[in-house]
């Protein structure tokens, strides 16, 4: 029982310290407002991450493309999470290219992706935010710890200082991903 309690009093308290830090809430609106200008524009979001984090990717993406709370026209969101483009361009040209490439492919000047990593330094999101970069995509990230050198490279990064456990990070990254998709649908479908 009391391993139970210490995990959700600790995850209460990562909670508590991300939303003490006013800055943290400017850059969830920051994010959510470049999302409603990219939908208004006629633009689509791109989502990636890796294990847990792709999962939250794919989460993000369904609920845009579905529904969240209320019943409304869908919204233009691609995961990267084609298994048969995840394993031929892995075994191909390298795991580190492989969310690259979807951008490259897809991508128009306009878009915004979604990237998602708990250190904030995996090769191939790095690679993916360079050439979403390179394509005029908007950038927001999604991080933890110090954030690091996704930091720098997102146009909004959203990073949670927990220094421990990645599942931490994860699970405020979720409650941030369900925050912007209620900020879309409020603002794009909810007069």
């Known amino acids: 029982m009391n391993l139970i309690k210490h995990s959700f009093l600790e995850a209460q308290q990562v909670l508590n310290d991300f939303v003490a830090e006013e800055e943290n809430l400017k850059k969830v609106q920051e994010a959510g407002d470049m999302l409603v200008e990219m939908f208004r524009r006629g633009g689509k979001v791109f989502s990636c991450g890796n294990g ?3 999962c939250d990717a794919m989460h993000f993406a369904e609920e845009l493309t579905g529904r969240f709370r209320s019943d409304r026209l869908a919204l233009p969101a691609l995961a990267i ?3 048969s483009h995840l394993t031929c361009v892995s075994n191909d040209m390298g795991f580190d290219v492989v969310f690259a490439k979807y951008i490259e492919a897809l991508g128009k000047p306009g878009d915004v992706l979604l990237a998602i990593s708990t250190s904030g330094n995996s ?3 790095l690679r993916a935010i360079e050439v979403a970069h390179a394509r005029e995509i908007k950038v927001i990230g999604l991080t933890g ?4 050198k996704m930091k720098e490279l997102c146009d909004v990064a959203i990073v949670v200082p927990w220094n ?5 990070i994860q699970e405020i990254h979720i409650k941030i991903i369900h925050i912007l998709i209620e900020y879309v649908e409020q603002a794009l479908f909810i007069h």
Do not use: C, V
């Open 52 to 54: 847990g984090s792709l």
């Open 81 to 83: 999470a084609d298994p």
């Open 123 to 125: 090769p191939n999101i």
């Open 145 to 148: 710890k110090t954030g690091g």
């Open 164 to 168: 421990q456990y990645s599942d931490r």
